[in-house]
T-cell receptor, first 115, second 112 residues
Framework: DAGVIQSPRHEVTEMGQEVTLRCKPI?????LFWYRQTMMRGLELLIY????????DSGMPEDRFSAKMPNASFSTLKIQPSEPRDSAVYFC?????????????FGEGSWLTVV | SQQGEEDPQALSIQEGENATMNCSYK?????LQWYRQNSGRGLVHLIL?????REKHSGRLRVTLDTSKKSSSLLITASRAADTASYFC????????????FGKGTKLTVNP
């Protein structure tokens, strides 16, 4: 079975541009997570969905960030407008929930550079 | 605030030696998990230990959990160069939340 699939793998964009990151979770998983990883702050949970519904978005930095999950097989994380401090690796992850002990399966990440 | 904190931040050993990494956390947990991240890759789940367990083994990995001290350790025995990676602990808080909070990791280098 394919793992969590993220796109793009790498993106370089100019400050002020809109960035959209995409994620396809593992089929059958009902929870989806967006994490951000930087050297300074480590791995931060931005938002997570359960059955396509946002459950906890307390980690979303500010209104420039938004996430959607229109169906069980697709999610987006959008940054508009982007700023240099948004440069980071963004990971999408999915989980089968309590039945798997909350084990999370990560994608390979989207490496974002905002110049 | 960060739930899990790994110690040490970096560890360098020779192939064949054992590597021990520690994790401390602050609140009551349902379980604690260890993940591995190779450079430039996503995190990969290694092992999960539940709050009512004290020790767990998986291959060359041994995890202990001391809920009274709110700490865990990950031991990798007979290390190999391929074990070079960052290792993270993650905790799921008591109460059923699926939210996993990660520490900043221990960067392990195994020298051939």
């Amino acid at each position: 079975d394919a793992g969590v699939i993220q796109s793009p793998r790498h993106e370089v964009t100019e400050m002020g541009q809109e960035v959209t990151l995409r994620c396809k979770p593992i089929s059958g998983h009902n929870s989806l997570f967006w994490y951000r990883q930087t050297m300074m702050r480590g791995l931060e949970l931005l938002i997570y969905f359960n059955n396509n519904v946002p459950i906890d978005d307390s980690g979303m930095p500010e209104d420039r960030f938004s996430a959607k999950m229109p169906n069980a097989s697709f999610s987006t994380l959008k940054i508009q407008p982007s700023e240099p401090r948004d440069s980071a690796v963004y990971f999408c992850a999915s989980s089968a929930g309590q039945t798997s002990g909350n084990t999370i399966y990560f994608g390979e990440g989207s490496w974002l550079t905002v110049v | 605030s960060q739930q899990g904190e790994e110690d040490p931040q970096a560890l360098s050993i020779q192939e064949g030696e054992n590597a021990t990494m520690n994790c401390s956390y602050k609140t009551s947990i349902n379980n604690l998990q260890w993940y591995r991240q190779n450079s430039g890759r996503g995190l990969v789940h290694l092992i999960l230990i539940r709050s009512n367990e004290r020790e767990k083994h998986s291959g060359r990995l041994r995890v202990t959990l001391d809920t009274s001290k709110k700490s865990s350790s990950l031991l990798i025995t007979a290390s190999r160069a391929a074990d070079t990676a960052s290792y993270f602990c993650a905790t799921a808080r008591q109460g059923g939340s699926e939210k996993l909070v990660f520490g900043k990791g221990t960067k392990l280098t195994v020298n051939p």
